[in-house]
T-cell receptor
Framework: DAGVIQSPRHEVTEMGQEVTLRCKPI?????LFWYRQTMMRGLELLIY????????DSGMPEDRFSAKMPNASFSTLKIQPSEPRDSAVYFC???FGTGQRQPQHFGDGTRLSIL | GESVGLHLPTLSVQEGDNSIINCAYS??????FIWYKQESGKGPQFIID?????DKRQGQRVTVLLNKTVKHLSLQIAATQPGDSAVYFC?????????FGQGTELSVKP
């Protein structure tokens, strides 16, 4: 079975550029999560969708960050303009059901470096 | 200047021994807990979960224990193998969000 698929796996770009991260959740899962992982702050939830609708975006750091889920099989996380402090590994996860009392299954992440 | 990362707690065990990884959680109202394993360059991988109406749950070679009195969670790995070397995270559902701990690095010596 295909797991959560993220692209690209690695992204290196200059500050000020727009960055778009992509995620395909596991088929049949109706909740999707975007996380950011850094050594200093660990794993942080950025935003959570249920049935393609954003439910909680309180973790999105600033207006430079935006996320969309146009359909059940695709989501994007966009950073515009990017800054060096955005460098991190960004994970997408999906799960069945509502709320967060079901196992979330993670992709292998996008390692983002902003120069 | 260069930022300094957190130093994860490390547990070093001999291959074949049992491992116990501990986690203290913060919210007495948390009702769902989950353990993940993360290998280098990969995403967190689900190991086992437990709800607050249970105090023990077993999987294949793993057992999770929940002590709600002292807000403590542990993951026991039986007969630890080199492939178990990874960072292990606990997470609690607090107020509708999964909150992850900082992780423990497990190192298995052959």
């Amino acid at each position: 079975d295909a797991g959560v698929i993220q692209s690209p796996r690695h992204e290196v770009t200059e500050m000020g550029q727009e960055v778009t991260l992509r995620c395909k959740p596991i088929s049949g899962h109706n909740s999707l999560f975007w996380y950011r992982q850094t050594m200093m702050r660990g794993l942080e939830l950025l935003i959570y969708f249920n049935n393609n609708v954003p439910i909680d975006d309180s973790g999105m750091p600033e207006d430079r960050f935006s996320a969309k889920m146009p359909n059940a099989s695709f989501s994007t996380l966009k950073i515009q303009p990017s800054e060096p402090r955005d460098s991190a590994v960004y994970f997408c996860a999906s799960s069945f059901g509502t709320g967060q009392r079901q196992p979330q299954h993670f992709g292998d992440g996008t390692r983002l470096s902003i120069l | 200047g260069e930022s300094v990362g957190l130093h994860l707690p490390t547990l070093s065990v001999q291959e074949g021994d049992n491992s116990i990884i501990n986690c203290a959680y913060s919210n007495s109202a948390s009702d769902y807990f989950i353990w993940y394993k993360q290998e280098s360059g990969k995403g967190p991988q689900f190991i086992i979960d437990i709800r607050s109406n249970m105090d023990k749950r077993q999987g294949q070679r793993v057992t999770v224990l929940l002590n709600k009195t002292v807000k403590h969670l542990s993951l026991q790995i039986a007969a630890t193998q080199p492939g178990d070397s990874a960072v292990y995270f606990c997470a609690e559902n607090a107020g509708g969000k999964l909150i992850f701990g900082q992780g423990t690095e497990l190192s298995v010596k052959p």
